[in-house]
């Protein structure tokens, strides 16, 4: 069976955005594009000030209201140009679960994330985490423009988002302590598609006796050469096979989230990695990755490992 690029869209400007950057993916991987939609009514989470219940919508009115939804994104992203097969699915049940069994079948799934205010950023909703936290296929948030309200124009269409995006770096936060190949694997496959150049970020924590390296420059040198040589033999097997692709790593002391959210705001694409381990309190996000799905600026694809 042929993978997909998979788009989930609940009808706001953010899935509009996700939609159009998906376009542009399945484009770059020779893919179909496939729109779907959970037609399935969701009651609130809480009920109304007034105490009255809120009235669901007939089935027929559900599925009817889905199958328009999906019309209009078809028809949005095939006056944009892109010349790929698309496919379109208003799928019976709940966001997650058909968000999720959705994704079984994609090479990625795409989401829209909804921006709070100009100043604020918060890509997650509840159903982007949860699905986030629980698909085992990489998935790919996509921001709203900044302005992150209704009454705004709307998103930029497809042919904008390439041009936009088309001579940014692809970014890709990397641990050294545990580099996972399918991680790594996607951001050069993402950056030689682009013909972009590859920035790779590791962050690093000194141990406690290291002073700022003032105290003892001669140490500071050898850890920081350390670092670096690590950094490259890790880099050294992906290098050879991408011989073309240009690429600028840096180890970076502290935290690799700040440093991650500051490059993603010239980034085509920020490429992190989530363990699919389940903690005990349910699937696990890692501070990374959160922290950078709830600040970046670019679009941010998870991907998944063990």
Known sequence: MTR???VGLDGSPASLAAADWAAHEAQLRNLPLRLVT???WQAPAFAPATGLGVPVPPSDLQRASAQHLLAQARSRVAEAGPEVPIATDEIPGLPVPALLKAAEEAELLVLGSRGLSRTAGYLLGSVSQAVLASCERPVVLVRAAEHGVEEEPPEPSVREVTAALGHRDVVLGLDLHKPDDAVIDFA?????RRAARLRIIHGWTPPPYYYGGELMPDMNDGMVKQVRSELSD???PWQDRYPAL??????????????LVDASYDAALVV???RTRRAAVGAHIGPV???LLHHAVAPVAVVPHD
Do not use: M, N
């Not at 240009?246 to 440093?259: D, L, N, P, V």
């Open 188 to 192: 050069f496959d993402a950056a030689s």
């Open 246 to 259: 240009e690429i600028h790593a840096q180890a970076t002391i502290g935290g690799a989230g700040r440093h």
């Open 272 to 274: 992190v990695g989530r």
């Open 4 to 6: 997909t690029i998979t």
């Open 234 to 236: 890790v880099l050294r």
């Open 38 to 40: 959970a037609w399935e």
């Open 289 to 291: 990755t959160q922290a």
